[in-house]
């Protein structure tokens, strides 16, 4: 187990790894984001082990279209004829080089940094520096900073960058087109293709010599272990060198640039590291404070008990919020989005909604709420809102029943954080109403509201509910027909339509539109808690069943999907009821690190998310533990225990694990998306999860509120 400094820095999160093994370091993450879509990730050890790792990631058509661009550099320090390495690469029977040796600590603040002593064991002066990677915000620029702060004798100094400007979901041969042009000031790496595209390289204080070579099978661990093509080839067209013999910094600037969207007269080349730096500090500076301050520290310990401050834990989740929040298409209007994840997701859009309460409201961002609520309310179609973009053409999907639902809850809740009536009723409620209009008499995919009121959706050959996984015409988890939270949703829609209807009443002067639709939605809303308690309560078992396909078959599975018929505004169920629920949940499916998926004892539970896709897809929703659903217990559990203190207390205990992981395990200062169901409760899946955070951040202010 890595270890955390004893002190908490403000924004700073720092790890010492000296005598840290090569898998341990192996197995922390670091992701920096810039706005855009783009991002730069790899591990504490500087190997990268995904081929979704690299120093640039960047989004051709921001956020889509990304481009693994830079995957690492080989930098490395000569001296008195003697080689050491600030570079770590995996290969199918050694680490070479294996830098890993000479790093004393890691730590990351508006950028990462690796800290190096190079030398022999028996030297009491080495070389010390640290080296920064750093994202520009709204570009597709990486700064590769070296900073010697210790040099006992002269010594020159190489980068050697690898590229693959491929997309980033492929991975490269030595096959691949690429060749490079000598430029002024560096070198530029051109991929000729349909969406041609070029890395730039310039590096002021150093000399570019050229010496172009493929460089074969780099391994990826995480790949080879879900099942994927896990060996890459790299190309490097030569080298940056200089000497060094004090005190200095050198920089290494990296920009993507698509072919349509540069010339030669618009190619930024940056020069002023110490002007982009303070932008940055600026950036994040101007991010947390809108922090609002909490009086009561929650007792997250490290492993020597020491308390970590209620401010290092907010800043850390507001950080962690901020990388999920992207604009689109850089050259129109700024419209904000969220993505679903890092590295493989794009926006999608029942994640956008599920996490917008936690990532932008919780956080008071109100504009960049609103922006992302009417950014997908514009792309309704047929009653639907987008369920995702696709990362290469960038265009809407529409195959899922509860993405829709979803963003009528979200934007009530923005109503109800903002009071911004006056967007809500122009861009919100004609979408809103639409939505409504189209599941109660019928759109895409047979969904409508059947005779009972409760919405039905699907067939055995779709997968319309967020537990979609299918592999080779296989559905392990088959929730057509009337789904649990889509009818919670469903019910809460309608009352919170007939709730805001009958105020507007009190406030028009011609009130008997807004009487006669409240009435509407509370008659609709009043058949279906009938039918929905008549149908989902299972009284032998005291909890709510999950699914009742469309022929009338009875899914009685214990899933967490229930707990959104007490977590929501308004539940269809009994005060009763909804202690059951809460209670069936808590024994049954509540881990440290979110809900499973589906209780222990059941026939279909599967403990260890691994493997190929086939395997993974059928662990996925078949016990996994997935920690946005932390968001929702913890709500549900307060709610039932009338937010008493000794609840939150309780709480408090519950969400522990979370933040210590959003501290110093998987990605450093984020939240992984899954974990496995059977202890010690790996993380898996993606990295850094919207919803994962979103829901943290909204547990942890229903808490220290």
């Given at each position: 187990?890595?270890?955390?400094?004893?002190?908490?820095?403000?924004?700073?999160?720092?790890?010492?790894?000296?005598?840290?093994?090569?898998?341990?370091?192996?197995?922390?993450?670091?992701?920096l984001t810039?706005?855009?879509?783009?991002?730069?990730?790899?591990?504490?050890?500087?190997?990268?082990?995904?081929?979704?790792?690299?120093?640039?990631?960047?989004?051709?058509?921001?956020?889509?279209?990304?481009?693994?661009?830079?995957?690492n550099?080989l930098?490395?320090?000569?001296?008195?004829?003697?080689?050491?390495?600030?570079?770590?690469c995996?290969?199918?029977?050694?680490?070479?080089?294996?830098?890993?040796?000479?790093?004393?600590?890691?730590?990351?603040?508006?950028?990462?940094?690796?800290?190096?002593?190079?030398?022999?064991?028996?030297?009491?002066?080495?070389?010390?520096?640290?080296?920064?990677?750093?994202?520009?915000?709204?570009?597709?620029?990486?700064?590769?900073?070296?900073?010697?702060?210790?040099?006992?004798?002269?010594?020159?100094?190489?980068?050697?960058?690898?590229?693959?400007?491929?997309?980033?979901?492929?991975?490269?041969?030595?096959?691949?087109?690429?060749?490079?042009?000598?430029?002024?000031?560096?070198?530029?790496?051109?991929?000729?293709?349909?969406d041609?595209?070029?890395?730039?390289?310039?590096?002021?204080?150093?000399?570019?010599?050229?010496?172009?070579?493929?460089?074969?099978?780099?391994?990826?661990?995480d790949?080879?272990?879900?099942?994927?093509?896990?060996?890459?080839?790299?190309w490097t067209?030569?080298?940056?060198?200089?000497?060094i013999n004090?005190?200095?910094?050198?920089?290494?600037?990296?920009?993507?640039?698509?072919?349509?969207?540069n010339?030669?007269?618009?190619?930024?080349?940056?020069?002023?590291?110490?002007?982009?730096?303070?932008?940055?500090?600026?950036?994040?500076?101007?991010?947390?404070?809108?922090?609002?301050?909490?009086?009561?520290?929650?007792?997250?310990?490290?492993?020597?008990?020491?308390?970590?401050?209620?401010?290092?834990i907010?800043?850390?989740?507001?950080?962690?919020?901020?990388q999920?929040?992207?604009?689109r298409?850089?050259?129109?209007i700024?419209?904000?989005?969220?993505?679903?994840?890092?590295?493989?997701?794009?926006?999608?859009?029942?994640?956008?909604?599920?996490?917008?309460?936690?990532?932008?409201?919780s956080?008071?961002?109100?504009?960049?709420?609103?922006?992302?609520?009417?950014?997908?309310?514009?792309?309704?179609?047929?009653?639907?809102?987008?369920?995702?973009?696709e990362?290469?053409?960038?265009?809407?999907?529409?195959?899922?029943?509860?993405?829709?639902?979803?963003?009528?809850?979200?934007?009530?809740?923005?109503?109800?954080?903002?009071?911004?009536?006056?967007?809500?009723?122009?861009?919100?409620?004609?979408?809103i109403?639409e939505?409504?209009?189209?599941y109660?008499?019928?759109?895409?995919?047979?969904?409508?509201?059947?005779?009972?009121?409760?919405?039905?959706?699907?067939?055995?050959?779709?997968?319309?509910?967020?537990?979609?996984?299918?592999?080779?015409?296989?559905?392990?988890?088959?929730?057509?027909?009337?789904?649990?939270?889509?009818?919670?949703?469903?019910?809460?829609?309608?009352?919170l339509?007939?709730?805001?209807?009958?105020?507007?009443?009190?406030i028009?002067?011609?009130?008997?539109?807004?009487i006669?639709?409240?009435?509407?939605?509370?008659?609709?809303?009043?058949?279906?808690?009938?039918?929905?308690?008549?149908?989902?309560?299972?009284?032998?078992?005291?909890?709510?069943?999950?699914?009742?396909?469309?022929?009338?078959?009875?899914?009685?599975?214990?899933?967490?999907?229930q707990i959104?018929?007490?977590?929501?505004?308004?539940?269809?169920?009994?005060?009763?009821?909804?202690?059951?629920?809460v209670?069936?949940?808590?024994e049954?499916?509540?881990?440290?690190?979110?809900?499973?998926?589906?209780?222990?004892?059941?026939?279909?539970?599967?403990?260890?998310?691994?493997?190929?896709?086939?395997?993974?897809?059928?662990?996925?929703?078949?016990?996994?533990?997935?920690?946005?659903?932390?968001?929702?217990?913890?709500?549900?559990?307060?709610?039932?225990?009338?937010?008493?203190?000794?609840?939150?207390?309780?709480?408090?205990?519950?969400?522990?694990?979370?933040?210590?992981?959003?501290?110093?395990?998987?990605c450093?200062?984020?939240?992984?998306?899954?974990f496995?169901?059977?202890?010690?409760?790996?993380?898996?899946?993606?990295?850094?999860?919207?919803?994962?955070?979103?829901?943290?951040?909204?547990?942890?202010?229903?808490?220290?509120?």
């Amino acid at each position: 187990m890595l270890t955390l400094r004893k002190k908490y820095n403000k924004n700073i999160l720092s790890i010492s790894t000296e005598a840290q093994s090569i898998d341990n370091l192996l197995s922390r993450q670091w992701l920096l984001t810039n706005g855009c879509g783009g991002y730069a990730s790899s591990t504490i050890a500087g190997c990268n082990t995904s081929s979704y790792h690299g120093l640039l990631i960047g989004a051709l058509d921001p956020p889509a279209k990304r481009v693994m661009a830079l995957s690492n550099c080989l930098d490395m320090v000569i001296c008195n004829g003697k080689t050491y390495n600030l570079s770590t690469c995996e290969f199918s029977d050694k680490f070479d080089p294996n830098s890993f040796q000479y790093l004393r600590q890691f730590h990351r603040d508006t950028g990462v940094h690796y800290c190096y002593e190079l030398g022999d064991n028996e030297s009491k002066n080495r070389f010390k520096l640290t080296k920064s990677i750093y994202l520009l915000r709204d570009a597709d620029t990486a700064a590769i900073v070296y900073d010697f702060t210790n040099v006992p004798a002269p010594a020159e100094f190489l980068i050697r960058p690898l590229a693959g400007l491929r997309d980033f979901h492929s991975i490269q041969k030595s096959d691949a087109p690429l060749y490079s042009i000598l430029l002024e000031q560096g070198v530029s790496i051109r991929r000729d293709n349909p969406d041609g595209c070029e890395l730039v390289l310039t590096c002021p204080a150093a000399q570019f010599v050229e010496d172009p070579q493929w460089w074969f099978n780099f391994i990826y661990r995480d790949n080879r272990e879900r099942g994927l093509n896990y060996t890459e080839d790299l190309w490097t067209p030569g080298f940056f060198k200089t000497s060094i013999n004090a005190t200095t910094q050198i920089v290494l600037w990296a920009s993507l640039f698509s072919y349509e969207n540069n010339t030669d007269n618009n190619q930024q080349i940056h020069t002023d590291i110490k002007a982009e730096l303070e932008d940055l500090q600026i950036y994040q500076e101007n991010l947390l404070t809108g922090i609002e301050r909490n009086s009561n520290d929650i007792p997250v310990s490290d492993n020597d008990r020491i308390t970590i401050p209620h401010s290092f834990i907010d800043e850390t989740l507001y950080m962690a919020a901020d990388q999920f929040i992207v604009k689109r298409n850089k050259q129109e209007i700024p419209r904000t989005t969220i993505i679903a994840g890092y590295p493989w997701f794009m926006d999608w859009g029942r994640d956008a909604f599920i996490a917008l309460p936690g990532l932008l409201l919780s956080t008071g961002r109100f504009d960049e709420a609103k922006s992302v609520l009417t950014t997908f309310a514009s792309a309704l179609n047929k009653g639907m809102i987008p369920s995702r973009y696709e990362d290469n053409k960038n265009t809407a999907c529409f195959n899922s029943v509860d993405a829709s639902l979803w963003f009528i809850n979200a934007a009530f809740q923005y109503l109800q954080a903002t009071n911004d009536t006056k967007t809500f009723i122009k861009k919100m409620i004609p979408a809103i109403e639409e939505i409504i209009n189209a599941y109660e008499n019928g759109t895409r995919y047979d969904i409508h509201a059947d005779i009972d009121g409760l919405i039905t959706a699907g067939n055995a050959q779709t997968q319309l509910t967020w537990m979609d996984a299918k592999f080779d015409g296989i559905t392990f988890t088959p929730r057509y027909g009337k789904a649990v939270e889509i009818n919670a949703l469903w019910y809460n829609c309608l009352r919170l339509m007939a709730k805001f209807y009958t105020e507007q009443s009190e406030i028009s002067k011609t009130p008997d539109k807004e009487i006669k639709k409240s009435q509407h939605y509370q008659e609709m809303a009043d058949d279906v808690k009938t039918s929905f308690c008549g149908h989902f309560w299972n009284e032998k078992k005291n909890y709510l069943n999950d699914c009742i396909t469309t022929d009338g078959i009875i899914d009685d599975s214990l899933r967490p999907n229930q707990i959104y018929a007490v977590s929501l505004d308004y539940s269809p169920l009994t005060d009763r009821q909804q202690k059951a629920v809460v209670k069936a949940v808590q024994e049954n499916l509540l881990t440290p690190y979110g809900l499973r998926t589906l209780n222990t004892s059941s026939k279909n539970y599967k403990g260890i998310y691994t493997g190929p896709q086939r395997l993974r897809d059928e662990a996925y929703h078949q016990g996994t533990v997935w920690a946005f659903l932390i968001g929702p217990f913890i709500e549900s559990y307060l709610k039932v225990n009338q937010f008493s203190y000794q609840s939150k207390r309780g709480a408090e205990e519950m969400i522990q694990p979370l933040l210590r992981h959003l501290i110093e395990d998987s990605c450093i200062g984020s939240v992984s998306e899954i974990f496995d169901g059977d202890p010690p409760h790996n993380p898996k899946g993606c990295f850094a999860q919207a919803w994962s955070v979103a829901e943290l951040i909204r547990a942890y202010k229903l808490i220290t509120s």
